[in-house]
């Protein structure tokens, strides 16, 4: 009686074990869209050390490959500000990325992590770079971002989870009359959208 105590005990935890640290992998295991408000901090104002904060939007995409950690990976981000500067110079910055995310085996309970390396293009508008200034005519750069986050599931079969954070590392490389380097830190949050359930 014992020995059926215990197995039944052991499985019982074995299942209950199981079924947790999976859920939030089975709720982010296929195609998946995110649309996020984003917000940007970057150091690269025209002949001086301030910083400006675009703000705007980003859309990312991922689709897994096969059934391990790994999923391709794609971002398009875009954020304005003004009044850069002393001159009050305005930038549009929009970004587009592609690579590896990357979402470890373990969880935070409903909370699923993820990384990501992406590189990419990234293009600027707006009188910082139209006008006469040192960034004139730097209008596309390379681009990458380096960064994670954190999914909040709600179960296996939802359509959508919350985006709670993504925190990047995202490096430019216009011209700017100084170093020709823009370190920026960007910041979302939004909603996913889950493909392929019902």
Same mark, same amino acid.
């Given at each position: 009686?014992?020995?059926?105590?215990?197995?039944?005990?052991?499985?019982?935890?074995?299942?209950?074990?199981?079924?947790?640290?999976?859920?939030?992998?089975?709720?982010?295991?296929?195609?998946?869209?995110?649309?996020?408000?984003?917000?940007?901090?970057?150091?690269?104002?025209?002949?001086?050390?301030?910083?400006?904060?675009?703000?705007? $939007?980003? @859309?990312?995409? %991922?689709?897994? +490959?096969?059934? *391990?950690?790994?999923?391709?990976? /794609?971002?398009?981000? !875009?954020?304005?500000?003004?009044?850069?500067?002393?001159?009050?110079?305005?930038?549009?910055?929009?970004?587009?990325?592609?690579?590896?995310?990357?979402?470890?085996?373990?969880?935070?309970?409903?909370?699923?992590?993820?990384?990501?390396?992406?590189? $990419?293009? @990234?293009?600027? %508008?707006?009188? +910082?770079?139209? *006008?006469?200034?040192?960034?004139? /005519?730097?209008?596309? !750069?390379?681009?990458?971002?380096?960064?994670?986050?954190?999914?909040?599931?709600?179960?296996?079969?939802?359509?959508?989870?919350?985006?709670?954070?993504?925190?990047?590392?995202?490096?430019?490389?216009?011209?700017?009359?100084?170093?020709?380097?823009?370190?920026?830190?960007?910041?979302?949050?939004?909603?996913?959208?889950?493909?392929?359930?019902?």
């Amino acid at each position: 009686m014992r020995t059926r105590f215990a197995l039944l005990t052991i499985a019982a935890v074995s299942i209950t074990a199981a079924a947790q640290s999976t859920l939030p992998h089975a709720a982010i295991s296929g195609p998946e869209l995110s649309l996020q408000y984003t917000y940007l901090r970057s150091n690269a104002s025209v002949g001086q050390c301030g910083c400006f904060s675009p703000q705007g $939007g980003s @859309a990312s995409f %991922a689709v897994p +490959l096969r059934r *391990g950690h790994f999923s391709l990976a /794609g971002d398009v981000t !875009a954020g304005h500000s003004i009044k850069i500067a002393a001159h009050d110079h305005d930038l549009t910055l929009t970004t587009f990325t592609a690579g590896v995310r990357y979402r470890p085996s373990f969880s935070l309970g409903p909370l699923a992590p993820f990384g990501q390396v992406l590189v $990419g293009g @990234a293009h600027a %508008a707006g009188n +910082l770079v139209e *006008g006469n200034t040192p960034a004139t /005519g730097s209008s596309l !750069a390379f681009a990458s971002n380096v960064g994670g986050g954190l999914d909040l599931t709600f179960g296996a079969e939802s359509r959508f989870s919350l985006r709670a954070v993504e925190a990047d590392y995202l490096v430019t490389l216009f011209h700017n009359g100084q170093n020709d380097h823009q370190n920026i830190l960007r910041l979302s949050t939004g909603v996913t959208i889950h493909f392929g359930r019902r």
